[in-house]
């Protein structure tokens, strides 16, 4: 298996990928750095969740780099990244943070539906790296606030949730503004013909990588789901932790909070647990992901950002306590079970605040979730029918801006 110690990369990179806990590129990375780092056109077929951000995000922090060596100091804007979402963004800009921690290069994260004005700040200090949704993209070009006629590489993330969003045209405009000498990267899960032929006019002569789109990860492990009272959720999970088949299990919440709840929680019942989070140290942090590496303690309590890039071979179960808002979260969760041919499960706990979740989740990975036969703590389907009828739901402003009105009947 190939390391980032042979792709060429510098120092400071590679020092930066360590600290991240990554042991070898992804399949895309392997493939895309390479040529990324000879300034070639690239079309990627990937889903997140195969690793693409940094299949990007890396090559781009060693290019500007060389370009800053090169003499090229200025604070004018040098790579573009477009991205469909505001949470996407928000990642890209977590990534380049990341991975450039040891560089001197500066990034910010623009997108609408708040205000302006700490955008324009960051971009008035001077940035190399933009990362930006399109319509507040081209709002702060109609403003002058963004120049992009020093652009030497442009990234188009997610091309074809882009034309499902209804942005195509809006990406359209703002390619308009790029210099025709640039370096251009396409990422798309699927090729629709829109996307192609907006390839075929905005990339030279591109090299093509693929790889296997990330809900087809769902598939190899096995899942379920249990409805529940969030009340009743720590005694089902005391519950499903006295199967024996568990060996260890990765234990999700969305927030720190609730991720040392329930460490404290299953150590009372006598069932060995650590969390790791934010807000833990990074010597705590690792302490806690050897204690479960080496079989000290059964269960791991983990958050999202906390839990990314940690390699655990051989994990038999991971357990969703919570749903994530996001739903290719849901994918990356259980993707970190079934490694390596090994056998994997996952199961997830919904409530009744989560139901819109979990039809997220479904749709993306294209089937319905069977549920778990020995549930002693059943939701009352009642009240969830009720729920749908509500037009301001208890907990709805976490639900990501979605509206319940579609809401699952059958739940
Ligand atoms: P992405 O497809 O870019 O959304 O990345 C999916 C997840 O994989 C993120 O949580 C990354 O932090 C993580 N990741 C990316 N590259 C690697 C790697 N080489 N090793 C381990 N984790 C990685």
């Known amino acids: ?80 990244i477009l991205s469909p979402t505001r949470e996407l963004a928000i990642q890209i800009g977590e990534s380049f943070s990341a991975y450039g921690k040891n560089l001197r290069l500066r990034h910010t994260v623009i997108f609408g539906g708040v205000s302006q004005h700490a955008q324009v700040q960051a971009l008035q200090r001077g940035v190399d790296i933009l990362v930006a949704t399109p319509g507040r993209l081209l709002d702060l070009i109609a403003q002058r606030i963004v120049h992009l006629s020093q652009i030497q590489i442009f990234v188009l993330d997610e091309a074809d949730r882009m034309l499902d969003m209804g942005f195509i045209n809006d990406v359209k405009k703002v390619i308009t503004r790029l210099p025709e000498q640039r370096q251009t990267l396409l990422f798309s899960a699927t090729m629709p013909m829109e996307i192609q032929s907006l390839a075929n006019t905005i990339l030279q002569q591109p090299e093509k990588v693929e790889v296997t789109p990330v809900s087809s990860t769902a598939d190899t492990i096995e899942q379920c789901i249990y409805f529940v009272e969030k009340p009743n959720k720590k005694a089902l999970l005391h519950h499903v932790l006295k199967n024996p088949e568990i060996k260890n299990a990765l234990i999700f919440t969305r927030t720190k909070h609730g991720a040392d709840k329930v460490v404290k929680d299953l150590n009372k019942a006598g069932i060995t647990a650590e969390a790791i989070h934010g807000n833990k140290s990074q ?29 655990i071979d051989e994990l038999s179960h991971v357990i969703n306590f919570e749903l994530p808002n996001i739903p290719e979260s849901y994918v990356h969760r259980i993707g970190r079970t079934g490694r390596a041919g090994m056998d994997g499960k996952a199961i997830a706990f919904c409530d009744q605040e989560e139901l819109p979740y979990l039809k997220d989740i479904q749709k993306l990975i294209g089937k319905q979730i069977p549920e778990g036969t020995d549930n002693p703590y059943p939701m009352d389907r009642t009240q969830s029918i009720a729920h749908t009828h509500q037009p301001q739901q208890k907990g709805g402003s976490r639900n990501n801006g979605r509206k319940n009105k579609n809401f699952n009947r059958k739940f």
Request: net charge neutral.
């Open 283 to 311: 010597n705590a942090r690792q302490r806690a992901l050897n204690n479960f590496k080496d079989g000290t303690i059964r269960t791991l309590v983990a958050t999202d950002i906390a839990a990314r890039g940690i390699d």
């Open 1 to 80: 298996m190939i390391s980032f110690n042979d792709l060429g990369l510098i120092a400071p990179i590679l020092d930066a990928l360590q600290d991240e806990g990554y042991a070898h590129p992804t399949p895309i990375q392997e493939a895309s750095i390479p040529i990324l780092l000879t300034s070639k056109d690239l079309i990627g077929c990937a889903q997140t969740g195969t690793g693409k951000t940094a299949a990007f995000a890396i090559p781009i922090l060693q290019l500007l780099t060389r370009f800053q060596t090169k003499g090229q100091t200025g604070r004018d804007i040098k790579c573009l």
